[in-house]
C-alpha cells in the first residue's frame, strides 16, 4: 500500500461560508448529453466485451463533441434546418481473438437509444448525424487488462468529499424535479435543457434558472409569459419545500434574459428544448462532476469520467471512489463536519494500491484528529482493498456519472 495520510482542515464548512456558488447543468443541456452518450457507449462496449470474452477490455470514449445545428423557432412552432452533430472518438479493441466487434452499430444504437428515452423532442435518426472516430487503442494500454492485478492506465489524480451541503442538494434536486415525469406532465412545453446557477449569499439563497421552452405549445407571446410565470409558481413552491429551516430567504429567477418588448429575441424558445438544436455546442468532461454538480467552492479534478473504461481508467475509478469512501467515511465516523478523500495513481500501479491516498477532515468542536484517524484509515484501506468489486459495479453503471 502507497502512502495514506489523514489531516486535519482548519477551515469553515462550506455551508458555513458567506458566498457559495453551485450549478447544474441539466438532462438536455449540450454538455450533460455528451457525457451521458458517452458513458452509455463504455457500458454498451462493457456489456457486449463481456457477452463475447468473458470480460471488459481496453475502450476510452471520452472524447466527444455535440455540434449545435441550426433551428428556426416561431411562436406554434418552428423547424430544424441542419442536424446537431455528434462525433464520439477515443480508443477502443476492434477485434479480438479473430472476432470483429460491432463497435458503430453499439455507438449508433446506443446514441438513438439515450437521445429516445430522454429528450422528447429529438428524433434521433433525423435531429442528429453521428460521426464514429473511435480507433484501436495502443498495444502497452491494452495489455494492462491481461495482468493479474490490474494496473491504472494513467497518472491520475481525484478528489471527493461529503456531505454535500444544502445549496449543493436543493440545486441538485431542483434540476431533477423540473425534469421529472411529473412536473413534464403539467408543464410539457418546457424542455429538458435547464441549467440551475445557485448562489448563497450568507442565509439568502438565488438560483437563477435556464429553462428552454419549446415553440409549438405557443400560438401567442402572451401565453408564453403566462405559462413561464405559473412554471416559475410551481418551482418555487417546490424549492421552499425542499429548502425549510436552511436558508433565511430563497428566490427563484427563470429566463432573466426574457424581455417581453422584444417579440422571439425576447423569449427563450427552442424547437427541441435544447439549446444544442442551433445555440450552443456540447463537450465531454465540461458537464457535472460525478455527484451531479458543479460546485464552485470544493476542489476538483480536471478528469472527464464520462466514457473512461471503468476497469482500468483511474480518471473515473477514483472520481467515483473518492467521493464513495468521503461518504463512507461521514457516515461511520462521528465528529467529523466534512471530509475531503485524495487520490493519486501511477500508470501502471495496480488499481488498489495509489500512489497516495489522503483523507482531510474539518472536525467537530472538541474532536481530535488522534480521535478519528484510525477509523479513517481503516476505512480508506478497507475500500481500497475492495477496489476491484467497486469496478464491477461501475460496469454495471450503478452509478451514474452525469
Not at 460525478?290 to 476538483?300: D, E, H, K, S, T
Request: aromatic letters at 8%; charged letters at 25%; hydrophobic letters at 40%.
Amino acid at each position: 500500500m502507497g502512502q495514506t495520510c489523514v489531516e486535519q482542515l482548519n477551515a469553515l464548512p462550506v455551508s458555513r461560508q458567506h458566498v457559495e456558488i453551485v450549478e447544474r447543468k441539466g438532462t438536455g443541456h449540450p454538455d450533460t448529453i455528451s457525457d451521458a452518450i458517452a458513458e452509455e457507449i463504455s457500458l454498451a462496449l462493457c456489456q457486449v466485451y463481456t457477452e463475447m470474452f468473458g470480460g471488459v477490455l481496453h475502450h476510452n470514449i471520452d472524447k466527444g463533441l455535440l455540434v449545435a445545428g441550426v433551428t428556426e423557432p416561431r411562436l406554434g412552432g418552428g423547424r430544424v434546418v441542419e442536424p446537431m452533430q455528434l462525433v464520439v472518438g477515443d480508443r477502443a479493441v476492434l477485434e479480438y481473438q479473430g472476432q470483429t466487434i460491432p463497435v458503430d452499430d453499439i455507438v449508433v444504437e446506443t446514441v438513438e437509444r439515450w437521445v429516445s428515452q430522454h429528450l422528447r423532442f429529438v428524433d434521433p435518426r433525423r435531429h442528429i448525424i453521428i460521426h464514429n472516430e473511435i480507433k484501436p487503442g495502443s498495444p502497452e494500454l491494452v495489455d494492462i487488462f491481461h495482468r493479474e492485478r490490474i494496473g491504472a492506465n494513467d497518472t491520475s489524480a481525484a478528489v471527493g468529499y461529503a456531505p454535500m451541503s444544502p445549496l449543493e442538494q436543493v440545486v441538485y434536486r431542483t434540476e431533477r424535479y423540473m425534469n421529472s415525469s411529473a412536473f413534464k406532465e403539467r408543464f410539457p412545453e418546457v424542455g429538458e435543457d435547464i441549467k440551475v446557477m445557485g448562489v448563497r449569499h450568507g442565509d439568502e439563497v438565488t438560483l437563477t434558472i435556464a429553462a428552454a421552452f419549446v415553440d409549438r405549445f405557443f400560438e401567442r407571446e402572451h401565453t408564453y409569459f403566462q405559462r413561464k410565470e405559473e412554471v416559475l409558481a410551481d418551482v418555487t413552491a417546490f424549492v421552499h419545500e425542499i429548502s425549510k429551516n436552511a436558508f433565511a430567504q430563497v428566490h427563484v429567477d427563470i429566463n432573466t434574459l426574457d424581455d417581453p418588448s422584444r417579440g422571439l429575441g425576447g423569449m427563450y424558445l427552442t424547437v427541441l428544448g435544447t439549446s444544442a438544436e442551433g445555440a450552443d455546442c456540447g463537450e465531454v468532461g465540461r458537464g457535472n462532476r460525478v455527484n451531479g454538480v458543479i460546485a464552485l467552492n470544493r476542489p476538483m479534478g480536471t478528469e472527464a469520467a464520462a466514457g473512461k473504461n471503468p476497469v482500468s481508467h483511474v480518471g473515473k475509478i477514483y472520481n467515483l471512489l473518492t467521493h464513495y469512501i468521503a461518504g463512507e467515511i461521514y457516515r461511520e465516523v462521528d465528529g467529523i463536519e466534512e471530509v475531503y478523500v485524495w487520490l493519486c495513481s501511477q500508470i501502471g500501479r495496480p488499481i488498489d494500491d495509489p500512489y497516495i491516498a489522503s483523507a482531510q477532515v474539518v472536525l467537530a468542536d472538541g474532536v481530535s484528529l488522534n480521535d478519528v484517524k484510525p477509523r479513517i484509515v481503516e476505512i480508506m484501506h478497507r475500500e481500497l482493498a475492495g477496489v476491484y468489486a467497486f469496478t464491477e459495479r461501475l460496469i454495471r453503471g450503478e452509478f451514474p456519472v452525469w
